[in-house]
């Protein structure tokens, strides 16, 4: 990989595969900009790529262009090994279907507390690396969960949100990286299911195996629902409020973890029975009107939306 310069903050990218993920990348990048004009952008990307920023004369929005190796253009080649990858001092790796809603000073002073973090919760719902659906009901009735962090001598597991990972330390980011590749490497070990079973998706999951890292290191998350400073929360349709340029965006957001898990349950008619009998219960119900950092389009039947909004943005931007 060629020298490049160090700069104390700033965002990581990457694209390959389809050129949609790079208009993916671009549309995240032009929200960003709404609120952060100073720290750079370096995007990693497959040489088609590059030529294709070059082509629309795109190149301006990023501090730096690099070609992505071979090997790592996929989600475990990449966020198994952003040690390999930290062009700034303090580096904060990002997903291409990502929509920036503020201004994220605040943010960066939180994340100087740590050397290395992924923003999540420190307990796992069920449906984590599992079935998203009714078939969770075996895993809970078998204990799968809990043979597995017995099997590997942990006694949590936390639900990291990959969509937003930091790295300010290389020897921390590899420690993590390594044992998360060994511990993918034993799925078959595990209760988890391949992400590749699931519709719509064709490349493995990176996430269940750091959060499985992250506990047998003893590193803390970043605490993914915090209230009004929470880092990033997910698109669902039904909890988000939004303008078609996503320049005004609240997001519902329930007090109570287990009540806002049921937001995984694709089911409407059964995620909305649910949250309300378990609302009977004092306090169950409380909710929040949130503005994260970021929103993120992680659920795969929930991306239309941005797809479309990135679509209009690389049509005016290559105009």
Same mark, same amino acid.
């Given at each position: 990989m060629a020298e490049i310069e160090k700069k104390k903050e700033g965002y990581v990218y990457?694209?390959?595969g389809d050129q949609k993920y790079l208009r993916h990348v671009v549309a995240s990048v032009s929200t960003l900009r709404r609120y952060d004009q100073k720290r750079p952008v370096t995007i990693y990307c497959s040489d088609d790529h590059v030529q294709m920023l070059e082509k629309n004369d795109l190149s301006d929005l990023f501090d730096q262009i690099i070609v992505l190796p071979t090997g790592n253009r996929s989600i475990t080649g990449f966020k198994h090994n952003v040690y390999q990858f930290m062009p700034y001092e303090k580096n904060l790796y990002m997903d291409s279907d990502i929509v920036w809603c503020k201004n994220p000073n605040v943010l960066w002073?939180?994340?100087?507390?740590? *050397? &290395?973090?992924? *923003? #999540?919760n420190h307990i796992a719902d069920g449906f984590f690396g599992g079935p998203k659906g009714v078939g969770i009901i075996a895993d809970i009735v078998l204990r799968r969960r809990k043979k597995t962090l017995e099997k590997f001598g942990l006694t949590y597991l936390n639900r990291?949100?990959?969509?937003?990972?930091?790295?300010?330390?290389?020897?921390?980011?590899?420690?993590?990286?390594?044992?998360?590749?060994?511990?993918? *490497?034993?799925?078959?070990?595990? =209760?988890f299911r391949s992400r590749k079973c699931e519709s719509g998706r064709t490349?493995?999951?990176?996430?269940? *195996?750091?959060?499985?890292?992250?506990?047998?290191?003893?590193?803390?998350?970043l605490p993914w629902l915090n209230g009004y400073e929470s880092p990033?929360?997910?698109?669902?349709?039904?909890?988000?409020? =939004?303008?078609?340029? &996503?320049?005004?965006?609240?997001?519902?957001l329930y007090n109570d973890r287990f009540v806002y898990d049921f937001k995984a349950i694709q089911i409407k008619w059964l995620r909305k029975f649910l949250i309300s009998f378990f609302s009977l219960v004092p306090g169950k119900g409380d909710y929040m009107k949130v503005t994260p950092y970021c929103l993120h389009f #992680?659920?795969?039947?929930?991306?239309?939306p941005f797809y479309d909004f990135a679509d209009r943005v690389w049509e005016e931007m290559t105009k």
């Open positions: 990457t694209s390959y002073k939180r994340l100087e507390t740590y *050397s &290395f973090t992924i *923003s #999540g990291v949100q990959t969509g937003m990972m930091y790295s300010s330390d290389r020897e921390t980011a590899e420690k993590v990286c390594k044992t998360a590749s060994e511990f993918l *490497s034993n799925r078959d070990k595990t =209760h490349q493995e999951t990176c996430e269940w *195996s750091l959060g499985m890292a992250l506990s047998k290191l003893e590193i803390p998350i990033q929360l997910d698109y669902i349709e039904d909890y988000t409020e =939004h303008n078609p340029d &996503f320049t005004a965006i609240v997001c519902t #992680g659920w795969h039947h929930q991306k239309q």
